[in-house]
Every structure is written in C-alpha cells, then in structure tokens.
C-alpha cells in the first residue's frame, strides 16, 4: 500500500487489525465465500478479510464507521465491480436497503468488541434475511453465546442467540494475530439463523423482557426476580419451579415463562 494511506489504529473505534496471514485464510475458508451470494462485512478496516471475500467474486457490502479508512478502502478496492462501500455506523444500519431475500445474507466481521453485543442483538433483528454470520469476538463473549444451562456464562445474551440462531464456537486466536495486539483473547463464532425456531415466543419481546428481569439479579430465585412481571401461579403454571436460580433454566423453559406473561396481558 502507498504510505500516504497509512492509518494509525484508533481504539475508540475498537480497531485491532488482522495481520497473520495463516488466520485470515482460516477465518476464510470457515466462510467459504461463493460467486453468487452476497455478503456483508461489518468494520472492513484496511481490508485484511475484505480482499479474500471480495476474492471469492461474491457481491460484498461493506459497511465502516471510521472516515479516515474511506480513502484506503476505495484505493484498494474501488475498480472492483463487485464492491460496494457504506461509510456509516453499522449499528443504525438498515440491513431492509441491501435488498437481499430472505436467509440469503452472509454476514462476517472482526468487529470492534465494545459494540459488539448491540450489534448482534441489532442483526438477531433482521436474522430472517441472514443465512449465516461469522464474527470474530472476545473469546468470554463466544463462550457465553455457545452456553448451555447451568454455568455462569449461562445468560441474556446466550438465551437471545440461541432462541433465533445455532451456535458454532469455532476457533480462538491470540492476541499475537492483531495489529495493536487487543488485551484479550478473542475466538470466532459461526451462528446460523433457525430456519424453524426451535422453541417460538409468542411475542419474542416478551422472551427479552423476562430474561433480562431474570438475570438481573441472577443470584436470586425466579419467584424473586420475575415478582413485578408473573406470581408464583403463573411461574408454576409455565411448569417452572419457583425456587430456582435463572441459570438453572433452559431457553424452553424462558419460552413458557414468556407465554405465560403473553397471555395474562391479552
Ligand atoms: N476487519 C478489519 C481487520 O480484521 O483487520 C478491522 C477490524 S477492527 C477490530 C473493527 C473495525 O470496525 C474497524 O475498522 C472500525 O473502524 C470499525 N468500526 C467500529 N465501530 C463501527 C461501527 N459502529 N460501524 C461500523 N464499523 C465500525
């Protein structure tokens, strides 16, 4: 690259970037990118993903928050007639303008991990127009999306994910592979939108709201903790018992609370 477009990383932005070539081609391949699909990457950087997907001659979207990283993208990437550049925060991004059909989008980032929650709950949103989605995270955040019930990393955000999505904790990677070296381990995750979910909500609105009442205080018994939305008839009537811990419940279980607390609001 010419040195005028070089770029210092900007941690506000939440900017590591990938320089070990041997992970890359693994985080590739794990994608397995086609001619004929269309892919959206979140936070492109200098393009250390961008280049391989853009490779595959898949139609890419990209979607990148920092200004400063325009010029270097467009320089790299611009003659490619199946690039596509959106400068702007991928957070308010409408996934609706892409006009992809349904379970057709790749989606695929290393992303800044101080918005990384928000912006999976803001694809889980849109997850009927997802096929599959791979993202580099903070390895903890991996280990709790890929949770099952009973341990500590069991919560809201592996509820949430796994109530739309199949989850696959595929890879860690250290530090060592980014450029600032990022103070955590990270790890990449493949979720893969349900194409019948599992266990539906009646109002998934109401799923999100007693999870996150629940795991408020998720020391304390549900009979504690669900006291301002269901009484201990309606915990029972969703056949759970009331003396338990919320981590002790499965999402089948935080589907019946929900439907319980549906149907005393008709
Ligand atoms: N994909 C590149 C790589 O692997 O080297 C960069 C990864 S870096 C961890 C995260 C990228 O997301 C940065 O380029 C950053 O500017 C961008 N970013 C941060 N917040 C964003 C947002 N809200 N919307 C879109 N991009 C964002």
Known sequence: ???????????????????????IDRILRAIHAKAGEHLLEIGPGQGALTEGLLGSGAQLDVVE??????PILQHKFAGRDNFRLHQGDALKFDFNTLGVPPRSLKVVGNLPYNISTPLIFH??????????????????VVERMAAGPGGGDWGRLS??????????HLFNVGPGAFNPPPKVDSAIVRLVP????????????????????AFNQRRKTLRNTLKGLLDSQAIEAAGVDGSLRPEQLDL?????LADQLAARQD
């Open 123 to 140: 694809l889980l949103a849109h997850a009927g127009l997802i096929r599959d989605m791979h993202f580099m995270l903070q390895k903890e």
């Open 194 to 213: 349900h194409e019948v979910l599992p266990h539906p909500a009646k109002d998934p609105a109401l799923l999100e709201r007693v999870v996150r009442e």
């Open 1 to 23: 690259m010419n040195e005028h477009y070089q770029h210092r990383a900007r941690k506000r932005f939440g900017q590591n970037f990938l320089h070990d070539a041997g992970i």
């Open 159 to 168: 509820i949430m994910v796994q109530y739309h999505c199949r989850v696959e």
């Open 65 to 70: 928050l920092d200004k400063d990283l325009v």
């Open 252 to 256: 089948a279980a935080f589907v019946r």
